[in-house]
């Protein structure tokens, strides 16, 4: 089975690859460099309809089937997954543009998730008290839904569906995903190796489009629940569409991450590693540092010069490039042109509004790669809370380095902030560090770590605006959204 060689890319609905009728179609191309590598159908709510029509009935075998059993294509998933590694590291990185070791990171996360389910025989256990009262006990059993959608962004195409889909499989429910349409290409392939690893007909859906069937999706009576990942606005509507339609959901936003400079730190280290988090994948991280704080004039003088010096260093270009394969740190491009044209309009509007613009990164061109879409390293320096630069959400290659008199100002700004997916201390202190840890307003808290992404066995997601929900993904916090928790309390009186 080949699907991936189809153009448009097909749906995966019951176990079968099949063409969607009469669609219309979006190119999906090589942000890096314009090449086009095929099209992707934008499938109308018919399509989701035959999806979750099917998904409800597979439900009605699959949430019985025993939980080990339902293991067991998950170990041989995350074989393959690891077997076709370069691969897939190689579509990813064709069609999103983010630099091959950053897409091998992305499919060793995914493939984590994989494992840390494949334990969900201990996983969804529940909890009981033998005595409650009087020969009265008390138990909790965790049982599977129904059907869930998953919906997920561009900037990592393999391990954001991989937060939700071990997790909802193995504790029992069928699954519909309607992945990212700009970069369709990655899941679909994936989606093949989902089918070698056994899944019974009907337990996994892929259809591909965009928010049409998306939304319908989160309208669909028979949709259980939703798993959201994307930019604020649309996990708000997200939030809201699902109370509307009696679903549970978890919807994952937008962020902007705050990496704190204490005096202490010590700067080198501080700098190659804030490097990477806010220009490694073009800053299209929802946990890329996109603002440094400095604490102290001294700190904040330091800082600029070297990360500046530094970023003016950082390789811009095609990172399929053989000639970039021993470069550190390659800033492929962003997304698409439209992606590139609203950063550059956020740089010009930061510079209308009198910030200090020490590298600009706007109109960038890269020797040869005239169809891809650069932007190159972005720096403004001075900039003051509440600015459009510090509330906006960028998603590109671009810094702001701040000044703070304290460590309270910095954490006063980080809460202040609508957004509260990560932030970071550089300290030595265990003080300074502790009362980060315990006050800045950010779920995702790091302490010498410019990236706090967490292992695929703890949870992941933000605060605030950065999330519409009250449980995060991945882990343990996964087992508890895709299962249903029933509280018994029983009693049995002697036998006449
Ligand atoms: P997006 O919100 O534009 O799209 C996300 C998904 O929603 C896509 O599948 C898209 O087809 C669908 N969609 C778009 N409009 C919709 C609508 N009106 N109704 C229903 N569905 C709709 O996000 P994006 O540009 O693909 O991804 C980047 C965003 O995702 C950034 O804001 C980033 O911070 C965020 N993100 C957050 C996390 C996190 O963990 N918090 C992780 C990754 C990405």
Known sequence: MTATLHTPLQNYIGGQWLQVPAADTLAVTNPATGELLTHVPLSSPTEIDKAVDAARNAYKIWGLTPVATRCRPLFRLATLLREHGDELARTLTREMGKSLPDAGAELKRATENVEVACGMPSLIQGENVIGCADGIDGEVIRLPIGVFGIITPFNFPLMVPFWFLPYAVAAGNTVVLKCSE????????VMELIEQAGFPDGVVYLVHGDKIAAQALLEHNDVDGISFVGSSTIARHVAKTCADHGKRYQALGSAKNYLVVMPDAPREKVVANMLTSSLGC??????????????????????????????????????????????????????????KQRIEQLIDQGVAEGEKLLVDGRNHQVQGKSGGHYVGPTIFVDVKPGSTLEQTEIFGPVVIIMKFDSLDDAIAAINNHPFG????????????????????????????????????????????????????????????????????????????
């Not at 700009?182 to 392939?189: C, I």
């Not at 703890?458 to 449980?471: H, N, Q, R, V």
């Open 182 to 189: 700009q970069v369709p290409m990655t899941m679909n392939r």
């Open 282 to 339: 073009a800053g299209q991280r929802c946990m890329a540092a996109s603002v440094i704080a400095c604490v102290g004039d001294e700190t904040y003088d330091e800082i600029v010069e070297r990360f500046v010096t530094a970023a003016k260093k950082a390789v811009v270009g095609d990172p399929l490039d053989p000639a970039l394969a021993n470069e550190g740190l390659v800033i492929g491009p962003v997304i698409s042109a439209a992606a």
């Open 421 to 496: 997916n990560g932030a970071s201390i550089y300290t030595q202190s265990g003080h300074h560090a502790r009362r980060f840890k315990l006050e800045a307003q950010a779920g995702m808290i790091g302490i010498n770590v410019g990236i706090p992404a967490p292992v695929a066995y703890l949870p992941f997601g933000g605060m605030k605006k950065s999330i519409y929900a009250d449980i995060k993904a991945q882990g343990r916090a996964g087992v508890n959204f895709f299962t249903e928790s029933k509280i018994v309390t029983q009693r049995y009186w002697p036998s006449l």
